[in-house]
């Protein structure tokens, strides 16, 4: 099973949801006549209010995933929800909070450093935006453009695009900082500091056996990779136009396909025959990127993030059923 997680936003208004960790269930209240029975109870792997720390949101669900990634296991761990909910709070941090990408590579260097008199390990980092449907190499912002292939052996891939040798977790935000001053950011009313991209900051992971005493080197390799979405955006509340205007159709649009892919993929999960099983990965490329991820060889973390306020009732309930 996927592991949803379901992610309140800290903001001054009065929250009009009621987040249970007991039962892991959101539900709106305060509103007479709104029953679980009307849609408004929605249930998850985990839920967390707006007390808990993303250090927090990290050991319960995706540490896991990083641990297994040493193992040769793919892992995602991506942050969905409405523009200013909290996504990149969540997955980069800021100077007060860590992020779940630095409390990540703590993790993977401890255990580099954990297994090294065993096995050898070799790690390459890659950082790429989706910007208006082009993708563009933060670690290298003059190439752009970069076609997606895939074949048997290593699925779909970015082709061309060159991962930097990493041996420590200060050299991953060192090149994650360097990749920041490249990346998409605008103001918008709803954030001062809006993605304008869809970013996906990869670890490829390699080990091999040091004793070959037996002849046998056992080589794993795994990918790692962390997804911090643009957020869907109603015009009319960010008060974007121009070119503002038009990366939020653009985000929009490439989040409704992910939707679509999501929901054809639970359909195919709940045996149901429609659309003859086929998942449209290729309508974007952030379904196309993500398309092992969601579809297959990973094992995946999908935060929701949410603002509880009254406001942002319409775009929380899409959150919400999107988990
Ligand atoms: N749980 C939280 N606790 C404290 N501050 C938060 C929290 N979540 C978000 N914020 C703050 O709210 C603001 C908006 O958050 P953020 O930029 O992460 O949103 P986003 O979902 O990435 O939005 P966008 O889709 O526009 O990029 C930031 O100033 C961030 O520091
Ligand atoms: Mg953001």
Redesign the pocket.
């Known amino acids: 099973m996927r592991p949803l997680i379901a ?1 309140e ?2 903001v001054k208004a009065q929250p009009i949801w009621l987040v249970d960790p007991y039962s892991n269930t959101i539900m709106q209240k305060n509103s007479p006549g709104v029953r679980a029975s009307d849609g408004n109870r929605f249930g998850f792997n985990n839920v967390f209010d ?1 007390h808990s720390s993303t250090e927090h949101v990290y050991n319960t669900l995706a540490k896991d995933i990083v641990v297994s990634s040493m193992n040769g296991i793919n892992g995602t761990i991506f ?1 969905y ?10 997955i980069k941090g ?1 100077s007060k ?1 860590l992020g779940v990408i630095e409390l990540a590579m703590n993790d993977v260097f401890a255990n580099v450093e954990k297994d090294k008199k065993t096995r050898e390990f070799s790690l390459q980092m890659t950082y790429i935006e989706i910007y208006n449907e082009t993708i563009r190499d933060l670690l290298n912002p003059n190439e752009t453009n970069f076609p997606i292939y895939e074949n048997k052996e290593r699925g779909v891939y970015i082709n061309n695009l060159q991962g930097i040798t990493v041996n420590s977790a200060k050299d991953v935000l060192s090149l994650m900082g360097e990749g920041e001053a490249h990346r998409h950011y605008g103001r ?1 009313s ?6 304008r991209s869809h970013t996906i900051l990869t670890l490829a992971v390699c080990s091999k056996n040091k004793d070959m005493s037996e002849g046998i080197n056992k080589i794993r390799s795994s990918q790692l990779n962390f997804v ?1 979405l ?2 869907s955006e109603r015009l009319t509340q960010t008060g974007a136009t121009g070119m503002r205007a038009e990366e939020g159709r653009s985000i929009n649009k490439s989040l409704m396909f992910l939707g679509i892919v999501i929901s054809r993929l639970s359909e195919q999960g709940k045996g149901l025959t429609a659309n003859q099983g086929h998942i449209p990965f290729r309508d974007s490329k952030l379904t196309r990127i993500l398309q092992s991820s969601l579809g297959g060889n990973s094992r995946t973390a999908i935060i929701c ?1 949410v603002g509880p306020a009254a406001q942002d009732r319409e775009h929380t309930v899409s959150t919400l059923r999107f988990g």
């Open positions: 992610r936003r800290k707006t942050a929800g409405q523009t200013s909910s909290g996504k990149t709070y969540t800021d909070s918008t709803m954030n001062d500091f809006s993605s911090d643009a957020g993030n």
